[in-house]
């Protein structure tokens, strides 16, 4: 599979190629084009001169590209879904929820769009400004990088490629090296609709090229889905040159259970909200806090509930946990449960790999000075359960950590719910249900080392706009 650069399904120019491979069994998929700096530069020039071209044409009009790209993705839904499994280890029937959602997410940019209107500052609204008419309009913000993680690659797509280009702005796309293939195919389709060249471009590059596009004055948004540590450097990169970010990064979610919870519903959302695309999802539940009179019952319960899932290959229809992205990372996540295990926490189901595959684990004991219980962010089916005994203990634990991006509580009072909700220092908080909880409409983002703005159809287009007053001086006198 090729680059899509100005256009063009292109190699990089120095002809050197990377294997992409499936991580439930290791076979190679496809080889793509390994970019250097000198395609990147390419890449932004084109993005230049096609940029201004597509700033010009009206909303309405790149309105119905985007929906001739929705049509294609339609037609193609069923092999799109199947490259997204393989390449990722996604269960094929999550995999075909994530190309679903292409639909939700770009509609929901597109209607948005036609009604992101400026405002008007009325004469007179402050002492001597009665002679003037003020406009406040939202321009393009030019050229915008979008990185892409591999976790839910369609998805952050939809969030960020959709808005740029309703916006007027040209995207450049840089998926995970892991998996960049359906993010190619789709860049590919939004050439095939019309989209001009120049506008949407698709480059596989490895992270050391890619600080090359978020390096260049040119550039005027980073927008990235990624760890703290990548978002960080990933920033401190775009200051050199006050080019604008947008930074979604990690998270270590705290799922709280207090004495007065439904423990039934609190399991059938600890399914949904840690054991999804194998526990790889950023706002997913990844600390469990439950009040010390309820915390063994739950364990039994979760031990139980996961019991029933099947663990299998990505493709085979049954599948609901398949493995995770690489070999490389259900080590990481191996090495973290040893910890967690050093420092007192019990595995009472689970804690072994094989290969790219890690078992769904529950571990109970961990007492609140573990790792997992602050900073350390496991990104995989992990369960650690951590027990409070008072709402405050509670809030003190999750709010202990540097991360902020989502939260949530079980409770059968609605408002002593709410007041913990309201407590938690994080950018979402969920009564009743999982952590992980992102519509397209909301604007989705953390707190603390979480990341910087947020990401929705309510809120992005006012991350890749820029403000512009046009002022008719004099025009009632």
Known sequence: ?????????????????????????????????????????????????????????????????LYRFLDIVEENKESLAQLLSAENGKPITEARAEIGNIKIGFSGFIEHAKHYYGAIIPPGTEAGQ?????????????????IIPFNFPCDLYDQKVAPALMMGNAAIVLPSSDNPLTLMRLTEMLVEAGVPNGVIQCLTA???????????????????????EVGIDTAQIAAKNLTHTALELGGNDAFIVLEDGDVDLAVEEMIWGRMYNTGQVCCASKRFLVHNSLKDEFAEKCVARIKQMKVGMPKEENTQIGCLISEKAAVKVEKEVELTVQQGGKVILGGKRNGAFYEPTVIVDVPKTADVAKDMEIFGPVVPIIGFDTDEEAIEIANASIFGLSSCVFSKDQKRAFKVAKAMEA??????????????????????????GTEGVMSTFDEMTRVKNIVLKNIYE
Do not use: Y
Not at 17 to 44: M, Q, R
């Open 1 to 65: 599979m090729k680059m899509i650069i100005n256009g063009k399904k292109v190699d990089s120019v120095s002809g050197e190629t990377f294997d992409v491979l499936a991580p439930a069994t290791g076979e190679v998929i496809e080889s793509v084009p390994k970019a250097t700096a000198e395609d990147i530069e390419k890449a932004i020039d084109a993005a230049e001169a096609g940029q201004k071209i597509w700033a010009e044409v009206p909303v309405c009009e790149k309105a119905e590209v």
């Open 427 to 452: 950018g979402g908080a969920v009564i009743n249900g999982a952590s992980f909880f992102r519509a397209f409409e909301m604007p989705f983002g953390g707190w603390k080392h979480s990341g910087i």
């Open 206 to 228: 490895p992270g050391a090229v890619k600080s090359a596009a978020v390096a260049d004055p040119r550039v005027h948004l980073v927008t990235l889905t990624g760890s703290t």
């Open 130 to 146: 009665a002679a003037n008419l003020q406009l406040v309009t939202r321009e393009p913000i030019g050229i915008v990088a979008c």
